[in-house]
Each structure stands twice: as structure tokens, then as C-alpha cells.
């Protein structure tokens, strides 16, 4: 679906696996020292539909325990496979396998997991002009991965972290005094950095729009007050420069209406945050048939 998206840089992906090899292995695998350790092949299995996301993690598993190792990937990275699809099919020492199985398997369920709900909320949204966002709502320590995964869904980045933007909600503003006097205070501390505000009413909309920013949240409109935020938006002197998001509360059973009413960008916590891991399998052995 997007396999043309770049990846983390091959040293987070690596730490990433180093953290998580070290964690399940310890000293050693005390079950896979049982095993002869012969030449093996084993089939990678998806046992539901998914968006296929994660190799890069995988891979990396597998070859930190066995350089040498091969991998036939029958997919590429984004694709949507039906239940049954062997991904891929895996050549190398017998001990090596089963030892990187879990920590492997856990980065690609974990990844397919977030980019299949995320292809899941930007379809439910095709066709409004909307974008589906995701936020910092991530597993500890894998941000970087679980935004690569929504970026692989069709979803689009929100900011990375607190150092990449300015975001100000209603405890900036009260401590400012006003909207106005904390979104001056930001431009002049950050004016580099895109500029984020939460509006609670229509007037404050008005306050944000006049000030000027590089995107406005009003996530506690209703339906009416919410159609009638993007209608002072659209109109001049403003003309949509600026983008309206939603964001809190969304449900995939609600985000096309939210959408219709026209707002730019919908951000969604629970694209990293309910994290339902994809069903696969690893097993010794060659593909089925």
C-alpha cells in the first residue's frame, strides 16, 4: 500500500531490536540450546487480513542472531494480504530461528497492528480531503517505529515530540493571560516552529484565525458548532489558510462524519495507543502445499 516510505534510520531500528533481543534472551536461550543446530527453514504466516508492517524490525531479529541468515519475503512492506498469506520464508541456522522468533514476530505484529487500523480510518475518510493524524499516544520507547507504521497505513505524522512544535492548550493560555498573548509569546520564544492551538469557542477561533498559527484544534465543538467553526474558517478574509483538526474521542463509527463536516486533519490516539497485535506465526518448516 505505501512500501515506498522510509523507515527509521537503520540505527534506531537497531537499537530497537537490540533492546528487545536483550530483554528475551538474557544469558542465553536455554530451550533452543536443546535444539541440533543444523541448517532450518521456517514460514512466516499471517493468520488474519492486515497491512503487512514491520520488516525492517524483523529482519534486523533475525539477522542479529544470524548474519547469514535468508529472507524470502513474498510481500512487500504495506501490502494488504488476506488471513493465510506466508509472508515470508526464512533460511539459517535452527537455533538462531527460534530464538529471534518472539522478539521478531512481536515488532511485526505490533507494526502490522498499527498500520492495518490506521489504512482502516484514512479509507473510512476517502474522498472528505481529510487526514487522518496520529499523536504522541505511543508504546514507550518504539515512537519512531508506531509513527513509521501509520505513516505505512496512509496516515500522516503529527508532531514527534514536545521539541518539534508548539502546542497550546487551555493551562498555556490561562497562564498567558489570553489566547493572543500566549500564541505572541510562542511566536517570539519559537518562530521557527509550527504553532498548534486549542480553541474552546468560536470567538477564540476568530481570536487564533486574526493571530494567525499553522493549524487550530476544536475538539470540543459539536456537529453544528463544528460546521460552523470550518464556515468562518473558509470564509475572508481567512479563505482555509489555516487548517482546522479534530482530535479526542474519535471512534472509526464516527470519523466519516466528523470528516463531512470539513475539518483538515483528524488526529486518533487510538491508532498507536490500542494497540491490537496482527495473528501471525513462525514455524519450522516449509510453507504448506
Not at 91 to 98: C, F, K, Q, W
Not at 205 to 232: N, S, Y
Request: aromatic residues 4%.
Amino acid at each position: 500500500m505505501h512500501g515506498d516510505i522510509a523507515p527509521p534510520p537503520a540505527e534506531v531500528v537497531e537499537a530497537d531490536v537490540a533492546r528487545a533481543l536483550a530483554e528475551d534472551l538474557g544469558e542465553g536461550d536455554v530451550t533452543a540450546a536443546l535444539l541440533p543446530d543444523v541448517p532450518a527453514v521456517a514460514t512466516l504466516l499471517c493468520k488474519e487480513d492486515a497491512v503487512v508492517c514491520g520488516r525492517p524490525w524483523f529482519d534486523a531479529c533475525h539477522r542479529a542472531l544470524d548474519p547469514d541468515v535468508r529472507l524470502d519475503w513474498r510481500v512487500r512492506e504495506g501490502e494488504r494480504v488476506r488471513a493465510g498469506t506466508v509472508l515470508a520464508v526464512l533460511a539459517g541456522r535452527s537455533r538462531a530461528l527460534v530464538s529471534a522468533e518472539r522478539a521478531s514476530l512481536n515488532f511485526l505484529q505490533t507494526l502490522s497492528g498499527t498500520a492495518t487500523v490506521t489504512a482502516a480510518y484514512v479509507e473510512a475518510v476517502r474522498g472528505t480531503g481529510a487526514r487522518i493524524l496520529d499523536t504522541r499516544k505511543t508504546l514507550p520507547g518504539l515512537r519512531q517505529a508506531q509513527k513509521y507504521a501509520v505513516r505505512v497505513g496512509g496516515g500522516v505524522n503529527h508532531r514527534i515530540g514536545l521539541y518539534d512544535a508548539v502546542m497550546l492548550k487551555e493551562n498555556h493560555v490561562r497562564a498567558a493571560g489570553s489566547l493572543t498573548a500566549a500564541m505572541r509569546a510562542a511566536k517570539a520564544r519559537w518562530p521557527a516552529l509550527p504553532l498548534i492551538v486549542e480553541v474552546e469557542t468560536l470567538e477564540e477561533l476568530r481570536e487564533a484565525l486574526h493571530e494567525g498559527c499553522t493549524r487550530i484544534l476544536v475538539d470540543d465543538f459539536d456537529p453544528p458548532t463544528r460546521r460552523e467553526a470550518v464556515r468562518i474558517a473558509h470564509a475572508p478574509p481567512f479563505a482555509g489558510r489555516i487548517p482546522l483538526e479534530v482530535s479526542g474521542g474519535v471512534d472509526l463509527a464516527g470519523v466519516r462524519a466528523i470528516a463531512e463536516d470539513g475539518v483538515d486533519c483528524i488526529s486518533i490516539g487510538a491508532l498507536t495507543k490500542h494497540v491490537r497485535a496482527i495473528d501471525l506465526s513462525l514455524k519450522l518448516g516449509p510453507p504448506p502445499g
